[in-house]
């Protein structure tokens, strides 16, 4: 069953650091988000992406983040300059549907700033 | 905010029992969905209820939509110790663009063996 896959599945990092962390979303799927959860809180969403471009991000995706499609099948999560409050989980998804559909996740990067 | 809300935060029951748990959201919706998250692992989708419908149901789970009252419930029949997770509801809004969904914070079901 074909499936949305992260990497890497933990990283440590120290404050001031670029992180950039990777997915693969299903390959028919043409939307793609990025998800975050700080431990113990809710899964907040960071930003959504079709046709190589940002479709819409959320106050938390500010000029620190990034996202981008290098190639035909990853897509990137890049932090320039990390904060001890980027700390979290931060999963991919992506989605056939454009209005809200069923979200496939990844197992989620686990990133922890120092 | 758009996001639901689920109640109990926290539920415990044994084997073999129902579990039911809430969501109430605020704004009008597209459509309503169901998450379960196992302890740091991905989420996974669970079950989809569409605006215009009032009730689905998918192996043992049943969940309800009632659109007037802004709030769904998610029941799980004959629970096992494998149903042990957290579940989610999430919204999607009825209008907007390649909108993101909205999750709630969550109910953490254990389930007693």
């Known amino acids: 069953e074909p499936e949305v896959t992260q990497t890497p599945s933990h990283q440590v990092t120290q404050m001031g650091q670029e992180v950039i962390l990777r997915c693969v979303p299903i390959?028919?799927?043409?939307?793609f988000y990025w998800y975050r959860q700080i431990l113990g809180q809710k899964v907040e969403f960071l930003v959504s992406?079709?046709?190589?471009?940002?479709?819409?991000k959320s106050e938390i995706f500010d000029d620190q983040f990034s996202v981008e499609r290098p190639d035909g099948s990853n897509f990137t999560l890049k932090i320039r300059s990390t904060k001890l409050e980027d700390s979290a989980m931060y999963f991919c998804?992506?989605?056939?549907?454009?209005?809200?559909?069923?979200?496939?996740f990844g197992e989620g990067s686990r990133l922890t700033v120092l | 905010s758009q996001q639901g809300e689920e109640d109990p935060q926290a539920l415990s029951i044994q084997e073999g029992e129902n579990a039911t748990m809430n969501c109430s959201y605020k704004?009008?919706?597209?459509?309503l969905q169901w998450y379960r998250q196992n302890s740091g692992r991905g989420l996974v989708h669970l079950i989809l209820?569409?605006?215009?419908?009032r009730e689905k149901h998918s192996g043992r789970l049943r969940v309800t939509l009632d659109t007037s009252k802004k709030s769904s419930s998610l029941l799980i029949t004959a629970s096992r110790a494998a149903d042990t997770a957290s579940y989610f509801c999430?919204?999607?809004?009825?209008?907007?663009?390649?909108?993101?969904?909205?999750f709630g914070s969550g109910t953490q079901l254990t389930v007693l063996p």
């Open positions: 992406f079709y046709n190589n471009e940002i479709s819409e």
């Open positions: 209820i569409r605006s215009n419908e």
């Open positions: 999430a919204t999607s809004y009825s209008s907007g663009s390649a909108r993101q969904l909205t």
């Open positions: 998804a992506s989605s056939r549907e454009r209005r809200g559909g069923e979200l496939f």
């Open positions: 390959s028919n799927h043409l939307y």
């Open positions: 704004t009008s919706i597209n459509n």
